[in-house]
């Protein structure tokens, strides 16, 4: 990890940014939390010199590498694919309750998603499943206070002896207050 520090002349700087950059050397990104940017393989990031000191960097594993290979259709194609969901439980910072549905869709290794009820008014998300059936999701919606949210979900699914899906989630918001949480949805038949 490398970083370029502003020249001390002033006749070359513009204004007072500088750009902190980080370089790729293995294969864990760097995230830092500094109004939720997130810093990885060859980006660069514009801080202000004043919040600069301020920074920490966190080391995270790096997002389990997928195959540029097609995914095999028969193993996932009808995991989430027509499927409801409804909340069974979620975190006190969430959003999503009691009246919010899911509606998931499928095809091969993506998968996306309506949902809306409750305090959301609508929402949306998109995520690719892992070989395992896990899904790394990003979501949004605005809820009925007119706010747009947005967040980040590891989902991973487990399924009940009566044949039901669960999924289990840990997410974060990567709007408002950065706080995360987990959840638990439960497959609905009975529509």
Request: charged residues 25%; negative net charge.
């Amino acid at each position: 990890m490398r970083k370029q520090r502003p020249s001390t002349d002033s006749s070359s700087a513009p204004d007072p940014d500088f750009v902190l950059g980080l370089r790729q050397e293995d294969d864990d990104s760097y995230s830092t939390f500094l109004q939720s940017a997130t810093v990885s393989r060859n980006q660069s990031l514009i801080v202000p010199p004043a919040t600069a000191h301020d920074i920490r960097f966190k080391r995270i594993p790096a997002s389990p590498r997928r195959s540029s290979a097609p995914c095999d259709k028969s193993k996932t194609m009808s995991l989430y694919d027509g499927k409801t969901f409804r909340p069974a439980s979620n975190s006190p910072n969430g959003e999503v309750g009691d009246d919010t549905r899911f509606h998931y869709h499928q095809d091969g290794n993506i998968v996306w998603a309506e949902y809306s009820g409750g305090s959301v008014a609508k929402g949306s998300l998109v995520a690719v499943v892992g070989e395992d059936g896990t899904l790394d999701m990003r979501y949004h919606h605005v809820n009925k206070d007119g706010a747009l949210m947005t967040g980040r979900c590891q989902s991973r699914p487990v399924r009940l002896p009566d044949g039901k899906l669960q999924l289990h989630e840990t997410w974060q918001w990567t709007s408002g207050d950065l706080s995360s949480g987990t959840s638990v949805l439960e497959e609905v038949t009975d529509q």
